[in-house]
């Protein structure tokens, strides 16, 4: 068996572009989209694709999947959507992004193992926000039990806090916290 630390990579991105593209692509090696770029027409997206290479893009699932609460028809054709851009751009993880909105309610978090759980298509990071904030253990097993990597700002820690176990993690520093 390998050693996992040979194998273990920290590839490092920003969230947009700023600029010229190309400055970027010299530097990073990871870029995720800003919800803005999303909606990037298709012949851009297939230029950025061939600018940066496969997996350097990281883009947002569709805000419908959540807002449909993880079911139905809304939810379904925004995953569609999400994969279509995730193809298009060779990404192999996209992030979900849940609103504050999105309480950690028994529901809620069915509803979450329920879309996600044993689904195929790119990786999906998720980024819990409001009051997922301080429950990183809940998180994190809810994560692995839907087949999510976790987004952990590892800046944003407190001392007793021990960052999600398992083979890939999703670190996102999210500033402005002070």
């Known amino acids: 068996m390998q050693d996992p630390l040979e ?7 920003c969230v947009g572009f700023r600029g010229p593209k190309a400055r970027y692509f010299d530097r990073m090696q990871v870029w ?35 807002a449909a609460g993880f079911k139905g028809e809304g939810a379904e054709a925004g995953w569609a959507r999400t994969v279509a851009v ?8 996209v992030l979900l992004r849940t609103p504050a909105t ?10 979450l193992q329920g ?16 009051l997922w904030d301080g429950m990183l253990e809940e998180t994190a097993a809810l994560a692995q039990s839907a087949g999510l990597l976790p987004v952990v700002d590892p800046l944003g820690l407190d001392d007793d806090e021990v960052p999600p176990a398992g083979p890939r993690i999703y670190w996102r520093v999210r500033g402005g916290q002070g």
């Open 115 to 130: 879309f996600f759980g044993g689904r195929g298509g790119p990786k999906v990071a998720w980024w819990a926000d409001g």
């Open 32 to 66: 995720e989209l800003a919800p803005n770029e999303m909606n990037a027409k298709p012949k851009t997206m297939a230029r950025w694709a061939e600018d940066a290479g496969p997996g350097a893009y990281v883009p947002r699932v569709d805000p419908a999947v959540a």
């Open 86 to 93: 995730a193809e298009q751009l060779g990404a192999e993880t």
């Open 7 to 13: 194998t273990a990579a920290l590839r490092v991105g």
């Open 102 to 111: 999105f309480r950690p309610t028994a529901a809620n978090k069915a509803a």
